[in-house]
């Protein structure tokens, strides 16, 4: 069965520092996204991506946040300067028809 | 802004029995509805959706209800089993925003005990 694929599967980055989160959607998916969940928390929605745009986006997205699709098969998350507040799981989900699918995360912490 | 809300955190069943998570929405616009299940440290794992013009769905020991007046959703789980103990989210799906993004509740942990 096709997956989404997401490295790493943890990242631990200090405080102001550049991250990147790499994801692999399912090839024939159109929409791709990207998820957070906070520890204990619910899992909510970051950004949504189609035909090479971001097609809408949470108030959480702001300016330290980008995502791009550079090759055609990965989809990246990019954190500019990282807050301890974003310590979190990020998942990336891939869309087509009404099946979403998600990767199994990348834990994210911020010293 | 909680437009979909799972109010119990937590669900203890015994083996065999029935598991009935509940579910419920705010929002009038959400078209889809979808239930899925998550293992610590791995992502959601889809189990059974609903489309908002439907009120029931089947498939296998799932099935999910839907009430559009009472804007409430319903996992039943029969027979419940211990494989099932997990964390069960919510989500609903909004079409009119422009990317199909899910808004998912705060999950409800079910724990099947033999």
């Known amino acids: 069965e096709p997956e989404v694929t997401q490295t790493p599967s943890h990242q631990v980055t200090q405080m102001g520092q550049e991250v990147i989160l790499r994801c692999v959607p399912i090839s024939n998916h159109l929409y791709f996204y990207w998820y957070r969940q906070i520890l204990g928390q619910k899992v909510e929605f970051l950004v949504s991506?189609?035909?090479?745009?971001?097609?809408?986006k949470s108030e959480i997205f702001d300016d330290q946040f980008s995502v791009e699709r550079p090759d055609g098969s990965n989809f990246t998350l990019k954190i500019r300067s990282t807050k301890l507040e974003d310590s979190a799981m990020y998942f990336c989900?891939?869309?087509?028809?009404?099946?979403?699918?998600f990767g199994s995360g990348t834990r994210l912490t911020v010293v | 802004d909680q437009q979909v809300k799972q109010n119990s955190p937590s669900l203890s069943v015994q083996e065999g029995r029935i598991s009935i998570l509940n579910c419920d929405y705010t929002n009038s616009m959400f078209d889809y509805f979808l239930w899925y299940k998550k293992y610590p440290a791995e992502g959601p794992t889809f189990l059974i959706s609903i489309s908002s013009i439907k009120d029931k769905n089947e498939d296998g020991r799932f099935t999910v209800f839907l009430n559009k007046s009472a804007k409430h959703l319903s996992l039943h789980i029969v027979p419940s089993q211990p494989g099932d103990s997990a964390v069960y989210f919510c989500?609903?799906?909004?079409?009119?925003?422009?990317?199909?993004?899910?808004?998912f509740g705060t999950g409800t942990q079910l724990k099947v005990e033999l």
């Open positions: 989500a609903a799906r909004l079409s009119t925003g422009g990317g199909n993004k899910l808004t």
């Open positions: 989900a891939s869309l087509r028809g009404r099946g979403y699918t």
């Open positions: 991506f189609y035909n090479n745009e971001i097609s809408e």
